[in-house]
């Protein structure tokens, strides 16, 4: 056993030291409602941080998304200009394609819009 008592002892006992036990129970009252406080406040920084991280995984996920919706629209329009004129059919397939390109393309800006709408954010402060 060590005989000396370490700093960090001496400064908590200094801190107690000619206290009444009142005294020292209102000290230990004000340090466990400090504790509290800053346990609150980590755990809002932790859902705020939660938050922030899946936004940034759904904003990833829609830009990918629009990128392929992009390349499909310039494959279907390079596959509409070599494509022979005559043909009805593969024109109205391309048309029917750029149609749901275009709808999907509506989606996911909505989705977007969505994500950064400061309406309703939820903030409780």
């Known amino acids: 056993m060590n005989q000396n008592p370490s700093k ?7 801190i107690y030291n000619g206290k009444t036990d009142h005294e020292v ?4 009252e004000t340090q466990v409602q400090d504790l509290i406080n800053n346990l609150d406040k980590s755990e809002k920084q932790n859902s705020s941080l939660l938050k922030t991280q899946g936004q940034i995984s759904v904003v990833r996920l829609v830009f990918i998304g629009v990128i392929l919706l992009v390349g499909g629209m310039v494959c279907m329009s390079i596959i509409s200009w070599w494509s022979p004129k005559g043909t009805i059919g593969i024109e109205k397939e391309l ?15 909505s989705a977007v819009v969505a994500l950064y709408d400061q309406r309703n954010n939820g903030k409780e402060d």
């Open 95 to 109: 048309a029917f394609f750029e149609r749901l390109l275009l709808v999907m393309l509506g989606i996911l800006s």
């Open 8 to 14: 960090s002892e001496n400064e908590i006992n200094g």
């Open 25 to 28: 129970i209102l000290i230990l």
